[in-house]
Nanobody
Framework: VQLQASGGGLVQTGGSLRLSCAAS?????MGWFRQTPGKEREFVAA????????LYADALKGRFTISRDNAKNTAYLQMNSLKSWDTAVYYC?????????????????WGQGTLVTVSS
């Protein structure tokens, strides 16, 4: 299983970015976590295998949207109204198809991180 994350970069406060995560192999539940230096990896958002259910970290609701295109086996994270504290390395995650991964223990596979830097 390979997860290929992309879309990170430098953006100004208030801007938007869309991250992508392309998965190989079968269809998974997918999600995003993020991590800053010295802190634990934290949950951002998750989506089930068919997109029927989603889950967000409470602090990110309304700004971030997770979606997926199963024809491309790809999940997306649309991030709007970005703030300086959204700066982090964002990691794509995959797990059981019907599971909404909310903790790192739920994750079966990790992609490489993609750095998002929000400048003020």
């Amino acid at each position: 299983v390979q997860l290929q994350a992309s879309g990170g970069g430098l953006v100004q406060t208030g801007g938007s970015l869309r991250l992508s995560c392309a998965a190989s192999g079968r269809t998974f539940g997918m999600g995003w976590f993020r991590q800053t230096p010295g802190k634990e990896r934290e949950f951002v958002a998750a989506i089930t295998y068919n997109g029927g259910r989603t889950l967000y970290a409470d602090a990110l609701k309304g700004r971030f949207t997770i979606s997926r295109d199963n024809a491309k086996n790809t999940a997306y994270l649309q991030m709007n109204s970005l703030k300086s504290w959204d700066t982090a390395v964002y990691y794509c995650a995959a797990g059981a198809p019907r599971r909404l991964m909310e903790t790192t223990y739920d994750v079966d596979y990790w992609g490489q991180g993609t750095l998002v830097t929000v400048s003020s």
